[in-house]
């Protein structure tokens, strides 16, 4: 049985979610929304378990209670991140608490949010308009959560750590983005 917080997963997850957007049988607008949640949902995981793992006087940081925001300011302490992936971290969780708490939210208003934080990608891509508002986050988001699970990996103590990597086809109007993961085992 596969493990359900393993890389692979969750870029099946990612996957299936585009598929179903190709396929029309979700809108955009609920893709949006699964894929935000879900690239949220697989950050707090990696810092949850950095704290665990590297932090262990700061486990009490992992009650219910204290949320991804606490975590990821211990996090920063460590500056696993740097400043504009502390930030693209932060400004993912903004999104994810718009997305939780707004069923029917305003798609130019996630726009806006995404183009003010489109500098602290750490990729630059001459062509950024050419994906939507979830491939422009994607882009942004990936590379700092790829450097969370490289760090989990280090501290693991399992060498090479497995890391998204992703396919950009520039068929699809407006681009599309296809995550396949390195294969490493952590």
């Given amino acids: 049985m596969e493990d359900k917080f393993s890389l692979k997963h969750f870029v099946d997850l990612l996957n299936k979610i585009n598929e179903k957007k190709i396929n029309n049988s979700l809108d955009e607008k609920d893709v949006f929304r699964l894929q935000v949640l879900l690239l949220h949902l697989y950050t707090d995981y990696l810092l949850i378990n950095i704290i665990k793992k590297d ?40 999104i994810r608490n718009t997305l939780q708490h707004d069923y029917e939210f305003d798609t130019d208003s996630m726009k806006n949010k995404i183009e003010s934080i489109k500098e602290l990608s750490p990729i630059k891509f001459p062509d950024f308009n050419n994906f939507d508002n979830l491939g422009k986050l994607q882009l942004i ?46």
């Fill in 141 to 186: 988001c990936v590379p700092y959560i790829n450097s969370l699970r490289g760090y989990l990996g280090r501290i693991d103590g399992n060498g090479k750590p497995e890391l998204i990597v992703y396919k950009i086809d520039t068929k699809t109007n407006p681009w599309s983005i296809n995550f396949t993961f390195t294969g490493f085992k952590t």
């Fill in 55 to 94: 932090l262990p006087l700061h486990k009490d940081m992992l009650k219910e209670s204290e949320g991804f925001n606490s975590r990821l300011h211990i996090i920063n302490a460590k500056k696993i991140l740097d400043d504009k992936g502390f930030t693209a971290i932060k400004k993912l969780n903004s």
